[in-house]
């Protein structure tokens, strides 16, 4: 199990599962793009999550070599926020595996798979684009304190 690594308190929540990932190329030959919709069920549906923050965290392995922490940096970390249709993009993200992190300032989740305790791994590589598709959640902690 990956554990989300700030200074804030943090928790969990449901994400979408490997087979929605699609690759595509990217523009900068050295660096990759990340890109996705975020949304919750409602009583008439999916709606979009619109003025989310999102933030990608690098994950650092244990001494056995397993993933098990997602560092967050609010200040260097890739950063992107949801537009009024939910749809997110981080553009120029250094090569590397990241957990995906929503942020609601007071606290921050790394998001899960949904129906599941295990956390969206993104692995970005040079000069590819990660679709990660449309992420619908049964519920977002997105009211603020």
Same mark, same amino acid.
């Given at each position: @199990? ?5 200074? !804030?308190?943090? *928790? ?14 990217? /523009? ?10 975020? @949304? +919750? ?6 709606? =979009?999550?619109?003025? &989310?923050?999102?933030?990608? !965290?690098? +994950?650092?392995?244990? %001494?056995? $070599?397993?993933? &098990?922490?997602? !560092?967050?940096?609010?200040?260097? *970390? =890739?950063? !992107?926020? +949801? ?12 090569? $590397? ?17 949904? $129906?599941?305790? %295990?956390?969206?791994?993104?692995? &970005?590589?040079? $000069? %590819? &684009?990660?679709?990660?598709? /449309? ?11």
């Amino acid at each position: @199990m990956l554990s989300l690594w700030l200074a !804030a308190s943090c *928790s969990s929540r449901a994400a979408p599962s490997d087979d929605s990932v699609r690759i595509q190329p990217t /523009t900068n030959p050295e660096k990759a793009s990340i890109s996705g919709v975020l @949304m +919750t069920q409602s009583e008439n549906g999916s709606e =979009p999550v619109p003025n &989310a923050i999102l933030y990608l !965290a690098e +994950t650092i392995e244990d %001494e056995t $070599g397993v993933e &098990a922490f997602a !560092a967050l940096d609010r200040v260097n *970390s =890739p950063k !992107a926020i +949801t537009n009024e249709n939910g749809e997110f993009n981080f553009f120029d993200v250094p090569p $590397g595996q990241y957990g995906l992190v929503l942020d609601r300032i007071v606290n921050s989740y790394l998001l899960l798979h949904p $129906g599941e305790q %295990e956390v969206i791994l993104i692995v &970005a590589e040079r $000069g %590819e &684009a990660v679709d990660l598709g /449309t992420l619908i959640y049964d519920e977002l902690p997105l009211s603020q304190p």
